[in-house]
């Protein structure tokens, strides 16, 4: 097989969907789509969820043992990895070892409560088995904002997987979404995201872009109840970004990363020691009255 038919094999989906920090990893698919679909603001809603078999991915560890030029990391596909029984995983991860023995550390993503279904010595073996870092989409430290999007889990369910995230040594990553509270919940969203990113000591932190898909319950909502969500405008949503920021008390090393700053800037910095710069940023375009 040529490089290039390595490739098409690999991937059931000409979509890939990785976290930015991912970008340099090998990619493996494991599941595709999200096992909790229901995110009123998601446009992942209209892939289903399946489970790749063994046997498939054992094949894929085989190609990508090809092509992989001795890449160190790992990330395994799909919205929620991580919610697979963890014989399922460890059976994934020995392919990994035996095809792919230059991956040191494997990532994906994960839900909360993919983490608090397993037990403590569940998770034990996991990290045992070579997986460290979880990307995690907190989008809001509100319950009243989770609650309004269906997201299906609470600040606390967040709180407590964390806790025992860090108990047996994994990395988290997190994604928040400023504007998710839209106008009415614009200011307990900013104040207590903060407060909680501000409690969970993230690896990095990856703020999103709201964006209201077609075909979302979002989108439905805004087209038949607009009195329900009032969308923030960019510059808007900047704002609350920054007092989101400026509440923030983060003082382990953490990546913050804003790539849709008014749809057309990115700000980065690794806290704590670039605060002021990205504060001093946010209020030069604040400043400029750009919209
Ligand atoms: S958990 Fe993530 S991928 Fe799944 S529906 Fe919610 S936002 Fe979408």
């Given at each position: 097989?040529?490089?290039?038919e ?28 999200c ?70 550390m494997?990532?994906m ?20 088995a ?13 319950d ?6 269906n997201?299906?889990?609470t600040?606390a ?23 998710l ?21 993230p ?7 709201l ?32 007092e989101?920021?400026v ?10 990363v ?11 910095g ?22």
């Amino acid at each position: 097989m040529t490089r290039s038919e390595i490739f098409q094999a690999l991937y059931r989906s000409p979509e890939i969907y990785r976290p930015p920090l991912e970008g340099k990893s090998a990619l493996l698919e494991v599941t595709q789509g999200c096992s909790y679909g229901k995110c009123a603001f998601c446009d992942f809603l209209r892939d289903s969820f399946a489970i790749l078999p063994l046997e498939e991915i054992k094949y894929k560890c085989q190609l990508l043992s090809q092509v992989i030029d001795g890449n160190d990391r790992l990330f395994l596909l799909g919205c929620n990895p991580f919610c697979l029984p963890t014989e399922h995983l460890l059976e994934v991860m020995q392919y990994v070892h035996e095809y792919l023995p230059s991956v040191q550390m494997t990532a994906m993503y994960a839900r909360a409560d993919d983490v608090l279904r397993k037990s403590g010595e569940e998770l034990a073996q996991l990290r045992q088995a070579g997986i460290l870092e979880l990307h995690i989409g907190l989008e809001s430290g509100s319950d009243a904002v989770l609650k309004l999007h269906n997201k299906g889990e609470t600040v606390a369910d967040m709180e407590a997987a964390c806790q025992k995230l860090a108990e047996y040594g994994f990395h988290y990553h997190f994604t928040v979404i400023p504007g998710l509270g839209g106008r009415k919940y614009s200011q307990e969203h900013a104040l207590q995201t903060a407060a909680l990113l501000s409690r969970l000591n993230p690896v990095s932190i990856w703020c999103l872009k709201l964006v209201i898909w077609e075909n979302t319950p979002l989108y439905e909502t805004l087209k038949q109840s607009p009195e329900l969500f009032q969308e923030l405008t960019p510059r808007e949503v900047l704002q609350e970004e920054r007092e989101m920021f400026v509440h923030m008390d983060i003082q382990k090393t953490c990546l913050y990363v804003d790539s849709t700053i008014l749809n057309k800037y990115t700000i980065m910095g690794v806290l704590p020691d670039s605060r002021q710069a990205i504060l001093d940023r946010m209020d030069h375009l604040l400043a400029s009255g750009e919209e």
